[in-house]
T-cell receptor
């Protein structure tokens, strides 16, 4: 049972380069999310998706784009990487939208450094 | 001022100790409160969930919410080395993960 899988696990970019982070979930979840985690800042939502073909902006969307062409995949793109985007990126998914002990399932993260 | 304040630690305790982890918040409208545990180089996992005020117990873990003081706590009894992790509090006004505010996390080390 893989759960939420993120690739790659580590990446080093130069300023101005582009890259795509891939998130795949095998739980048939409708909702998927991209977060970044920075020291002293906590987890912050970048973009999210409520279903295949839909995306929406979160708290810190600038500099990122996303796509959800297939229900199981959620891609995060950086078109022109900046040092401020150095962070650990987490993908997450959930079966439904609300709480009542509904869990967010997280991947193991991607450590991205932009030089 | 951040909406959610959490001491980053690190907090070191001997095995078997009772651990108290806390968060304060400024938005009195928060209704849903959660604790996530995050092991090193892993994603967070939901540990406890509480709606509104009160206590909730699950094994060695107890979550408390005091809305009048805008203060939430997680207690770990008989702490184990396997409890060594970072604990994130999280909260939101209403259902929907798109508006959850996370604390920065408290790093806990349980020493054998």
């Amino acid at each position: 049972n893989a759960g939420v899988t993120q690739t790659p696990k580590f990446r080093v970019l130069k300023t101005g380069q582009s890259m795509t982070l891939l998130c795949a979930q095998d739980m048939n979840h409708e909702y998927m999310y991209w977060y970044r985690q920075d020291p002293g800042m906590g987890l912050r939502l970048i973009h999210y998706s409520v279903g295949e073909g839909t995306t929406a902006k979160g708290e810190v969307p600038d500099g990122y784009n996303v796509s959800r062409l297939k229900k199981q995949n959620f891609l995060l793109g950086l078109e022109s990487a900046a040092p401020s985007q150095t962070s650990v990126y987490f993908c997450a998914s959930s079966y439904s939208w609300g709480f009542r002990e509904e869990k967010l399932f997280f991947g193991s993260g991607t450590q991205l450094s932009v030089l | 001022q951040k909406e959610v304040e959490q001491d980053p630690g690190p907090l070191s305790v001997p095995e078997g100790a009772i651990v108290s982890l806390n968060c304060t918040y400024s938005n009195s409208a928060f209704q849903y409160f959660m604790w996530y545990r995050q092991y090193s180089r892993k994603g967070p996992e939901l540990l406890m969930y509480t709606y509104s005020s009160g206590n909730k117990e699950d094994g060695r873990f107890t979550a408390q919410v005091d809305k009048s003081s805008k203060y939430i706590s997680l207690f770990i009894r008989d702490s184990q080395p396997s409890d060594s992790a970072t604990y994130l509090c999280a909260m939101t006004l209403s259902g929907g993960y798109q508006k959850v505010t996370f604390g920065i996390g408290t790093k806990l080390q349980v020493i054998p």
